[in-house]
């Protein structure tokens, strides 16, 4: 399987990068890990005339510490991420995804950025990043903003990305310490797609939720923020009776596809077991 | 399509070439430069066979393009044996232990588990099975190959290999 052809850009700077990217519009594409963009090309269901590599870009590498929030470069890999102290210290969920993301191999080279910046519905992150209230930065020839992620993802492969801009760091607010966290993924085999997950992070004070924000992967065409059914478990003692309901709310939002990972009920249903397992988890890792 | 000149290391010794920028990196081994101890398998990033070892990281050189190359450091298979000609522990250990049946998967699963003793000499069985994930075979069940990977480990840590009971 031979990508079609493309000419081949390494900028040393996202000034340079946001330049090279205005010049050609939809003909070019940005290359951060390639995990997702290569088999897309090798498949010529992606055919940029010009892929401009991020990787030669040191801004867009390392993890930093930024009043009460993380920053993460968006060349950070899976492999870093889940090598690094400051988010094991931190934001622990990101170790625990990363660790559920592809394989050993995939997880060297895939990014952070590209990860969340794809769009892909299958991604792990994107509900992850939803979950903790991440904005991602974003840079044009205009400058630089910040976009949500929970306002980020439009459709399949839809984000609020535009043609030119490059995703250049996530920033997520560190969740306060003592708080319980979960990521529960089903999948077929290691290396798989979701057949649905769940993400959770929660704190609770004498012995109820005080807050709690959940996240659902590939089981729509966006990943999903479960607000609803967040809501419904605040104060609440997560009693069986009060997670039923919650998770109802949560499978109420989910319209997964039928595919070769199961019919789409079935994808509902496992959606919902995947967030009582990340509750009950995050609940007993959870201080207060 | 204008060619891009490249330079890296493959098994120490230096390689110029000019390659188009979409020639992957498993193509630019086996077809430009005879090195074909990495296979292709599936040619998805899923199986793993085509894994080389690429500036300290296991890598799918079916999902990686020569251009991004450029610079590296890559070993293969054809560079893992010992500087005397003899084998390298890992190599040792997947011929006492069976470590292969028909035998395609075993450069990428050699490669791979040579990066994985780096990062952790001695690996429990579990992080075995959990570091070589990204590695299909077909033919042996995996468990001769966990236990070539714990032979090896044990040799390079100087300490007599004991099988566990089955």
Request: charged share 20%.
């Amino acid at each position: 399987m031979i990508p079609g052809s493309f000419a081949y850009h390494r900028p040393t700077s996202v000034k340079e990068a946001v330049s090279l990217l205005a010049q050609w519009g939809d003909d070019g594409r940005a290359l951060a890990g390639g995990h997702s963009l290569i088999p897309m090309m090798k498949l010529r269901l992606a055919m940029p005339a010009h892929l401009v590599d991020l990787a030669g870009i040191s801004e867009l590498k390392g993890v930093q510490a930024d009043g009460n929030d993380v920053v993460i470069g968006a060349m950070v890999t899976q492999h870093e991420l889940v090598a690094s102290e400051l988010l094991t210290a931190k934001v622990p969920l990101l170790r625990e995804t990363s660790l559920q993301v592809a394989d050993p191999q995939v997880r060297y080279v895939g990014t952070i950025g590209g990860n969340v910046a794809n769009g892909d519905p299958g991604n792990d992150m994107p509900a992850v990043m939803m979950c903790l209230g991440a904005s991602y930065h974003v840079t044009g020839q205009g400058g630089e903003s910040r976009i949500a992620a929970r306002d980020f993802y439009q459709g399949a492969y839809f984000t609020a990305l535009e043609t030119g801009n490059v995703l250049t760091a996530v920033r997520i607010p560190v969740p306060p310490a003592g708080h319980g966290y979960a990521y529960e993924k089903l999948k077929r085999k290691i290396g798989d797609y979701a057949t649905a997950a769940a993400a959770v992070v929660l704190t609770m004070a004498g012995g109820k939720v005080a807050t709690c924000s959940i996240g659902l992967t590939n089981v729509a065409e966006t990943p999903l923020w479960a607000e609803e059914a967040a809501h419904i478990l605040v104060g609440s003692t997560l009693d069986a009776a009060t997670v039923k309901k919650a998770v109802a709310a949560a499978e109420a939002i989910t319209a997964p596809a039928t595919d070769a990972r199961g019919p789409a009920h079935y994808r509902t249903k496992m959606a919902g077991v995947m967030l009582t397992r990340a509750l009950a988890r995050a609940s007993s890792r959870a201080r207060g | 399509m204008a060619k891009s000149q490249v330079s890296m290391k493959v098994n120490g010794q230096l390689i110029e070439a000019l390659v188009e920028p979409r020639t992957l990196l498993i193509h630019f081994l086996r077809d430009q430069q005879n090195i074909t101890g990495p296979h292709i398998g599936c040619e998805t990033s899923h199986c793993g066979a085509c894994t080389v070892d690429l500036d300290g990281k296991s890598v799918k050189s079916c999902t990686v393009f020569t251009v991004q190359a450029n610079g590296a450091d890559i070993r293969t298979i054809e560079g893992m044996a010992n500087a005397d000609g003899t084998l390298h522990a890992l190599q040792e250990g997947f011929r006492e232990m069976h470590g292969l049946q028909c035998g395609f998967c075993t450069p990428g699963m050699i490669v791979r588990a040579w990066r994985l003793l780096q990062e952790n000499s001695s690996p429990s069985e579990e992080e075995i099975r959990f570091g070589i994930a990204g590695n299909l075979c077909r033919c042996t069940g995996y468990q001769n190959i966990v236990k070539a990977i714990q032979f090896a480990a044990a040799k390079l840590n100087g300490v007599p290999f004991q099988e566990a009971a089955e």
